[in-house]
């Protein structure tokens, strides 16, 4: 039995709802894979999500699970976690869920600092509802709410999240299986708000929109775009910021141990006051 | 006697708040709203000194989120709103009615629409407490009329909400949120703690959303090796997403037969001058039913036969209690503040060819007794 098997709810959720070429199966196995690598019992992870492709898949874990309203996962993830906090909370969610209807969310979760795994599936559209603009379509890009192009700039999530003070920062892409796995771990061990960005594919819907090829082609573009954040860094100053805009930086972008986490703060403060 | 027994002056939101600590509240989650905010304030100040969780979320919509999840992991869970609050957290109420998540929501009702008169008085989200959230779904609601009623009706209900697996409104005057009363703090022995029913089941069998004889599935909190699923999507009894017709019509036909089957149980309800049957009956609900007394004690000095019955449990509305009323008295009054919105739910229930009247005011003052009492003159004379 693969290592996936012992993690999913085979038997009682198969087939799966996602197209054929869709990259979320990939993202779902290296979280499988990044649980297990951990060691993590499967009751002691809640898996909580929002609305949309990408929050379909807390569905699919033999873990705890929770599939909330659009853009309100974080916020019913963080009651949870102040109430049970030895769980470990994950929340899976999209481009729109996150960055758009749930930005406040993302944007206080990540100022609070409070332990819970954020995965970001970037697939740059809205899937679900059929391939509308999402607050990360590029410019000049077709969807079926931009029809002549996106003319809205689109937000950076790692950006935003490092801006906030997540105080681990990641992005990867679906094509990086085994690196994606191994931040996925590091991810959840960071004892504080961690978020792993990664750039997906949405082959059917956006991909055709935009003639990128079938879903094989554009796993193959994923891994074209990208560059290291180590081979980033090396390079001189000017073709750093060229390089920001035109190709994937992956990697750990931010990681800080030294800002206090929300939970273990406020038990100090419960145990302090009780102990007046 | 006396002596033992502990007496405080509190305002309707501290009374709130320190029912809430007395009917086992172990989490808050909040946003700060004229007139609710005292609530939050004394819960901020009292939830960490007892290991309890208080979280002043980035927005309403936030705190009804954080307050599901806390339910969901065993908290009893309580968030505290005014109306555009409420109206702010009617998808997530709708979730946990839905989910049936067990969860207390307090709405201190102000002048609406809109930001309306945050400082004054009303009762005019009624009918949004019952119609908020979109679809068909269940929901349960209070209506204190004094400070010590919200006291014991806040321990009320995270009892009801424990019991039948629903979050419950509390449904709040401004007026009575504002207030100071003598309040008797109750001791804890005197106190009937409901918790919820959990499964007893391997975990492999557990259906978090099965159709039991009392239409109550048993919940189990996450991290306890139950590891079930929870959905807003239509879900079959495993709560696994469905489509199937069969599954999605039983699931809405078992939660509103949850609310037939148990609605005596939730039934609060008290009758001033019912017996015998009078000719005029007054219903009203919340700090009205005070006005509402005045009234009715000054009409019946003068001869007049009327009676009131002041409704506490206004969802599930006691149907059953007016339409047995209804069917003896001559003519219904219904004052309320707001332009008519529990007289909808009365006339519901009138088979007779009887006049139903309210009496209403809705510019953020108290109604005053004359108001109701001209009205009861009105239709004794119409009469004569």
Redesign the interface.
């Known amino acids: 039995m693969a290592v996936v098997h012992k993690y999913l709810r085979l038997k ?2 198969f087939p799966h709802v996602w197209c054929a070429g869709c990259t979320n199966g990939i993202i779902l196995h290296a979280t499988i894979r990044a649980i297990d690598k951990l060691k993590i019992p ?3 992870v ?1 898996m ?1 999500s929002g609305i949309g492709c990408s929050s379909r898949a ?2 699919y874990f ?8 659009h853009g ?1 996962a ?11 906090p ?2 470990k909370v994950i929340v899976i969610t999209g481009d729109g869920d996150a960055l758009a209807i749930g930005g ?2 993302f ?2 979760a990540c100022v609070r600092n409070i332990d819970l795994t954020v995965i970001v599936f970037n697939n740059f559209n809205y899937g679900m509802t059929g391939g509308q603009r999402s607050p990360t379509t590029p410019p000049g890009k077709r969807t079926t709410t931009s029809p002549f192009g996106s003319i809205d700039p689109p937000v950076n999530v790692c950006s935003l999240a490092m801006g906030a003070g997540a105080t681990f920062v990641a992005r990867t892409t679906a094509y990086h299986f085994r690196p994606m796995e191994s931040i996925i771990a590091r991810a959840i061990q960071h004892k504080g708000f961690s978020v792993v960005e990664v750039r997906c594919n949405c082959p059917i819907i956006y991909g055709r929109l935009n003639r990128l090829g079938d879903g094989a082609k554009m796993l193959l573009d994923l891994k074209e775009q990208s560059m290291t954040v180590e081979a980033w860094k090396k390079l001189p100053p000017e073709k750093q910021k060229k390089a920001e805009q035109e190709k994937i930086i992956i990697g750990v972008l931010k990681e800080d141990t030294k800002t206090p986490e929300y939970t273990e703060q ?1 038990r100090a ?2 145990e302090q ?2 102990a007046l | 006697m006396e002596e033992d027994k502990e007496w405080r002056l509190l305002q309707g939101n501290e009374a709130c708040a320190e029912g809430a600590l007395l009917g086992g509240c172990n989490f808050f989650a909040g946003y700060p709203i004229t007139p609710s905010s005292e609530i939050a304030e004394y819960l901020s100040r009292e939830l960490p000194r007892r290991g309890g969780v208080f979280i002043q979320m980035e927005d309403e919509i936030a705190s009804m989120g954080a307050v599901i999840g806390a339910s969901l992991a065993g908290a009893k869970a309580m968030t505290a709103t005014s109306g555009p609050g409420f109206s702010l957290k009617q998808e997530n109420l709708g979730f946990a009615s839905f989910c049936e998540v067990p969860c207390v929501v307090v709405n201190v009702m102000r002048g609406g629409p809109s930001t309306g008169q945050p400082t004054l008085t009303s009762q005019a989200d009624v009918l949004q407490a019952r119609w908020g959230p979109h679809g068909d779904h269940p929901i349960i609601a209070l209506a204190p009329s004094s400070v010590e009623e919200t006291l014991f009706l806040t321990i009320e209900s995270f009892n009801l909400a424990e019991k039948y697996r629903e979050p419950v409104i509390l449904l709040l005057d401004e007026v009575i949120a504002h207030m100071r009363e003598k309040t008797y703090i109750p001791k804890p022995e005197e106190i009937h703690l409901v918790e919820r029913k959990k499964p007893t089941c391997p975990p492999d069998d557990y259906l978090p959303f099965e159709m039991t004889e009392d239409y109550i599935p048993p919940l189990a909190a996450y991290g306890e090796g139950y590891r079930f699923h929870v959905t807003g999507l239509t879900h079959d009894q495993r709560g696994f997403p469905t489509n199937r017709p069969d599954e999605a019509e039983q699931l809405l036909t078992r939660l509103k037969m949850k609310m037939e089957f148990h609605k005596k149980d939730m039934w609060k309800y008290e009758g001033l001058f019912l017996e015998p049957v009078p000719d005029i009956l007054v219903v009203t609900y919340g700090s009205t039913a005070r006005v509402a007394k005045r009234a009715v004690r000054i009409a019946r000095d003068e001869g007049i036969s009327v009676g009131l019955l002041r409704v506490i449990t206004v969802w599930p509305f006691p149907d059953e209690v007016v339409k047995q009323l209804a069917s003896e008295v001559k003519g219904i009054i219904v004052p309320e503040q707001n332009q008519g919105q529990i007289i909808c739910e009365v006339e519901r229930y009138v088979r007779r060819d009887i006049p139903v009247v309210g009496v209403h005011r809705f510019d953020g003052s108290m109604m005053e007794p004359s108001q109701i009492y001209n009205t009861i003159k009105e239709m004794k004379q119409k009469w004569q």
Request: net charge positive.
């Open positions: 009682k959720k499967k009751d002691d809640l909580v807390p569905v033999d873990f705890n699970t929770l599939h909330t309203t309100r974080i916020p019913f993830a963080t009651g949870a976690k102040l109430v049970k030895h769980l406040n969310h944007i206080h406020y403060l419960c006051l009780q």
